[in-house]
């Protein structure tokens, strides 16, 4: 029932941006949190931005500035505009949903920064 869809990911220069999307089904998308986490190979999953339904947006230092997540109410798409893009950013990038019932994934999206 709860689908979330990531897509958007590629190979980007250092310095370059991409833009994520994740389209959400089966959610009440205009009233639950959602959020951006991402896998640094070697490194456990973290934070990169938590959005409210109030269209506060969280993000951790290291992302500030630099990243901007923000919805689509009407696409039901969460989205993730990333610039400035450092070599340290790559990484596979999951959308989720913050549930009632628990915390919901999508299948992540391979984000890849070169030099």
């Known amino acids: 029932q709860v689908q979330l869809v990531e897509s958007g990911g590629g190979l980007v220069q250092v310095g370059g941006s991409l833009r994520l999307s994740c389209v959400a089904s089966?959610?009440?998308?205009?009233?639950?949190?959602m959020g951006w986490y991402r896998r640094i190979p070697g490194q456990e999953r973290e934070l990169v931005a938590r959005v409210f339904p109030t269209e506060l947006v969280y993000y951790p230092d290291s992302i500030k500035g630099r990243f901007t997540s923000s919805r689509d109410t009407a696409g039901n798409t969460l989205y993730l505009q990333m610039d400035s893009l450092k070599l340290e950013d790559t990484a596979v990038y999951y959308c989720c949903a913050f549930l009632l019932t628990g915390t919901r994934w999508g299948q992540g999206t391979q984000v890849t920064v070169s030099s």
């Open positions: 089966g959610v009440d998308f205009k009233t639950i949190v």
